[in-house]
Structure formats: structure tokens, C-alpha cells
């Protein structure tokens, strides 16, 4: 099965840390994601990568950036954290068959 | 602006009910509809997923109900369980171009011993 690993379960910053959310998966899918999911507004895409080094903005890129130096891994930068970006961050991958393979999720919480 | 709405927002049903989730897309251009579920404290996984080119499909308990014309999606789920408890997630895409998938925004589902 494949598996996305998200380096943390829960996560507390202040506000203005820069904040670094890692994803791997481990079979080799070009298409990696992240989501965040909030109460009443289901999963919102931030930014998403189709190949190593590229990357495209998604629904709410605002506040957020992506790194994407090797094929496995999938990072995602809160340049300035703020207490709106508290929030359940969920990363993907897929092939281009569409199902996608979701992590455990990163609860982080800014204060 | 939502690309697939979902509706209700939460569900309570009977042990052995038809639990029914419905969701409505705008884009035409969407052809590949999955539902995923997704426990507390874990990641939505998928659940069953069609194709516009049928009208239904079936896995297990687990029903999807296609409506074109009306551009309508619905999960059915016969002889609900309370493990079957969990938050539900309609979601659409595009065959061609970006693959994203827009998700609706969740019904949670509880299910009653």
C-alpha cells in the first residue's frame, strides 16, 4: 500500500515563526498535494506538484509556499504564521489514475 | 466559490438504515466522482469512486447513484453500522489538464447501535 507520512501529528507556533510542514510518500507518484480542512469548509487545496521543482497555486495559496526538491517529498512553508492558518493540514499523492492517498494529517495550532 | 456541494451536514441514522449523502457539481467538464471517508484522527481515504459513463455502482454496502442530466451524486449506504461513523467527503475532477480534486465540505455521519 502506499503510504504518505506527515512528519508531525500536532504542532504549536507563535505567531510570525516561520513553520515547515513535511510530506513523503513512497511509491513513486508525480502528483503530491496539501489540504487544508476546516469545520463546515471540507478540504481546501493550498498548492499541489506535478513533477519535482514544479508547483501550482491552488484555492488559498495566500500565506503559504511549497517546496519540491525531490520526487518523495512535498513541503509546505507558513513564511509568517499567523492564528488564522491554525488549521488540520492534510498532504496527498496520486498517479494519474486520480485516487488520491492521503496522510494522517498535521493539526497545527498558532497562538 | 464551492465546485461540489454537499448536502447535509450531518446525518444520524439507525443501525441497519440507508444512510444517503448527496452532492451537485456545476462543471460539466468533471468525469471522475470519488467519496471518501475519513475516521477522527486519520486522513480521508477513498471509499469508491464512478465514472459518468454509468449510472450506478456498487461496492458492498456502498452505493454510488450517478445523475448526469442533473449533475448529481449521491453515496448510499444499506444496513448502516456504527462503525460506518465517520465524516464523508464527495469530491469531483477532470479526465483531462489538471487532475485536482474539489471536494465538497463533509457530512458526519453517526450512525446509532
Known amino acids: 500500500d502506499v503510504k504518505v507520512t506527515q512528519s508531525s501529528r500536532y504542532l504549536v507556533k507563535r505567531t510570525g515563526e516561520k513553520v515547515f510542514l513535511e510530506c513523503v510518500q513512497d511509491m513513486d507518484h508525480e502528483n503530491m498535494f496539501w489540504y487544508r480542512q476546516d469545520p463546515g469548509l471540507g478540504l481546501r487545496l493550498i498548492y499541489f506538484?506535478?513533477?519535482?521543482?514544479?508547483?501550482e497555486k491552488g484555492d488559498i495559496p495566500e500565506g503559504y509556499s511549497v517546496s519540491r526538491e525531490k520526487k518523495e517529498r512535498f513541503s509546505l512553508i507558513l513564511e509568517s504564521a499567523s492564528t488564522n492558518q491554525t488549521s488540520m493540514y492534510l498532504c496527498?499523492?496520486?498517479?494519474?489514475?486520480?485516487?488520491?492517498?492521503f496522510g494522517s494529517g498535521t493539526r497545527l495550532t498558532v497562538v | 466559490q464551492q465546485q461540489v456541494k454537499q448536502s447535509p451536514q450531518s446525518l444520524i441514522v439507525q443501525k441497519g438504515g440507508i444512510s444517503i449523502i448527496n452532492c451537485a457539481y456545476e462543471?460539466?467538464?468533471?468525469?471522475?466522482f470519488p467519496w471518501y471517508q475519513q475516521f477522527p484522527g486519520k486522513g480521508p481515504a477513498l471509499l469508491i469512486a464512478i465514472r459518468p459513463d454509468v449510472s450506478e455502482k456498487k461496492e458492498g454496502r456502498f452505493t454510488i447513484s450517478f445523475n448526469k442530466s442533473a449533475k448529481q451524486f449521491s453515496l448510499h449506504i444499506m444496513d448502516s453500522q456504527p462503525g460506518d461513523s465517520a465524516t464523508y467527503f464527495c469530491a469531483a475532477s477532470m479526465l483531462t489538464g489538471a487532475n485536482n480534486l474539489f471536494f465538497g465540505t463533509g457530512t458526519r455521519l453517526t450512525v446509532i447501535p
Open positions: 496527498a499523492s496520486s498517479l494519474l489514475d486520480y485516487g488520491y492517498t
Open positions: 506538484s506535478y513533477d519535482v521543482k514544479m508547483k
Open positions: 462543471n460539466t467538464a468533471f468525469d471522475y
